[in-house]
């Protein structure tokens, strides 16, 4: 339901509104590695390395590197260059590459053309599944709860992102709303667009659970407040059914007592409580542990590249999922397109220009929970038909 836009590690070229270093000369190298000396201690250097007019400084730290990276990487765009951080040989390399990124001015524009058809794509949306008439579906002011529902679960989950990814200066454009009328949700949700690189694995991981707290934030109340103004009644044959996450079924216990479905009759959402199935579902899906998905984030930020061992359980899970649903005469293509989508695009993690320490205890905990509420709100089985 979303994107980041983000590299393994920032090119010298990169399609972006940048400063480019010249070429160095002996003098401007030095004069470089003289105004980190009192944050990085230098014991070679290396010219054109990696590649042509990148510098490739081994040594140590004298300060923690989360905590002085921003410092860092300030001096070094003051010489017309962005430095990385990683672990080479056992030893540190702190690479500068050519190249300063630059906030560009978003378009926003575009950004409120699409909010606003969002806007009438949910409201169509939520008016058709409350309508009793032919007529009502167009009457489509009807769908205000659940219109106002989504977009502000949708809405809190992006801006999370943002003011995250704002904080810790990132380039990042605002986010781009997708209008769908003719879904079930009335949109495939929103994605934003970061447009240079992280700094630190803290950074990562605030930029990418901000998001999913955020909506969840909101997405809970919504849900509760659905579900206890919406009733109970017998299955129908033929009808939708929403897939149960573990957070759903602990929800629907909670409000009505039972488990549901159950004895015949199940929940008979109405349009809040639809919203807010809607945004547990889109949190579950955003937080599967790989790639750039805000679970493949988090999962970084946690683990380091350690976090690419989740793609093909991940894969495999997804995979089983299909198999089960397919012999239970319940087959859904939904994850038949993640699978595709994941080993298209979920291989590359967000890395960090940071890339060398360790989430602090506070985040570490975050993170734990944060993906822990991946098992709690991801459905299996998100839609089906019954049967009668």
């Known amino acids: 339901m979303e994107d980041f836009q983000s ?40 010219l054109d390395y990696p590649d042509k007019g990148y ?55 575009i950004n409120l053309i699409l909010f606003i058809v969002t806007i009438f794509s949910t409201l169509f949306v939520g008016a058709s599944y409350a309508a009793t008439t032919p007529d009502q579906v167009w009457q489509i002011w009807r769908g205000w709860p659940f219109a106002a529902s989504i977009l502000l679960i949708l809405g809190a989950h992006e801006l999370g992102h943002y003011f995250a990814a704002r904080h810790h200066n990132v380039p990042v454009t605002l986010p781009y709303f997708i209008p769908m009328p003719l879904s079930l949700f009335g949109t495939l949700g929103a994605f934003i667009r970061l447009q ?5 694995r803290r950074a990562l991981f605030d930029v990418g659970a ?31 059914f929403e897939g149960n996450s573990l957070l ?29 199935w809607v945004g547990l579902f889109v949190t579950g899906l955003n ?23 989740f793609f093909w359980p991940a894969i495999a899970g997804l995979g089983l999922i299909v198999l089960y649903s397919y012999f239970q005469g319940a087959f859904t293509a939904t994850w038949i397109l993640w699978i595709f989508l994941l080993l298209m695009f979920g291989r590359v993690h967000a890395r960090p220009l940071e890339d060398v320490s360790d989430l602090d205890p506070r ?23 019954l049967s009668g």
């Open 7 to 46: 590299t393994e590690e920032p090119p010298p070229q990169a399609e972006l509104p940048a400063t480019a270093a010249p070429y160095e000369t002996f003098e401007h190298v030095e004069a470089l590695r003289g105004d980190i000396a009192e944050l990085f201690m230098v014991s070679d250097t290396t």
């Open 363 to 385: 985040r570490r905990a975050l993170a734990v929970f944060t993906l822990a509420l991946f098992f709690l709100t991801f459905v299996p089985f998100p839609l089906s038909a």
């Open 55 to 109: 510098v490739r400084f081994r040594g140590r730290f004298l300060q923690d590197p989360a905590e002085c990276f921003d410092e860092l990487r300030r001096r070094f765009e003051r010489h017309g260059y962005t430095p990385t951080v990683s672990e080479e040989d056992q030893r540190v390399a702190l690479i500068a590459l050519p190249v300063v990124f630059d906030h560009p001015r978003s378009r926003w524009t």
């Open 287 to 309: 937080l599967i542990p790989v790639g750039q998905l805000d679970g493949g984030h988090v999962a970084y930020a946690l683990f380091g590249k350690r976090a690419q061992r």
């Open 248 to 276: 759903y079924i602990v929800a629907k216990y909670a409000v009505f007592g039972r488990l549901l479905p159950g004895g015949g009759v199940d929940v008979q959402l109405n349009q809040m409580a639809w919203a807010g």
């Open 210 to 240: 901000a998001g999913p707290l955020a909506g969840l934030f909101f997405a809970l109340p919504i849900l509760f407040y659905g579900l206890a103004t919406s009733t109970v009644g017998p299955v129908l044959p033929g009808g939708i």
């Open 196 to 200: 240079g690189p992280v700094s630190t």
